[in-house]
């Protein structure tokens, strides 16, 4: 019981800490500016949990916290504030542009580094934070240039997704008998899942 409050207040700490960068900031007052691009990375962080929903990379470790809302809680709140306060500090020069990039690169790395140490994100089938920081470079770039070509960046998106795909061999259709023992597949998976994080948090 003690280490699922450790856990929860951990990932309290997480999301109170990027509302509270965010409100430091002022980023908050660009959300007019930029909410197609937050919209956009709440998008495809939901298309992961979608598409990878039986063969999940990574997933947030909740211990006390329902699955569901701290899935909802990331993809909604915090990849969006993140995104949102990276863009409202843009510089304005290219070469300063390019240091912007590799600084949060570095930090978010880090900071996703120093989570996972402390069981709070957990990897599976052969996902590591290496992958984790190709994919916040994605997410940096793609965010960006969302802003003024959309559609580039929507198609950049769709190549990214079909790479990793084929890369960590998600499986996109999976048979069954019947629809009617689809609740009975989820609540196996789910459980199943449950099981096999809590196994690698003691490794």
Known sequence: MRKKRIIRNRHCVLVLSVIVITILKGSWREVPKY???????????????????????????????NWLAIRIVHTVIVTPLIVLVFLSKMPNTLFKQFIYFVRWFIISSAVEYFIHKKHLILYAHGWNVFWSGILYVKMFLYSHLFTKRPILSLFLSLCSTVYFIIKFKVPLKIMHFSRFFQPLVDLYYYTFLNELFTRKKFL
Not at 39 to 62: D, M, Q
């Open 35 to 65: 909410y197609k691009n937050m919209v956009y990375v709440s998008l495809i962080n939901a298309l992961y949990y979608l598409l990878c929903r039986r063969h999940l990379v990574w997933e947030f470790i909740p211990n006390g916290v």
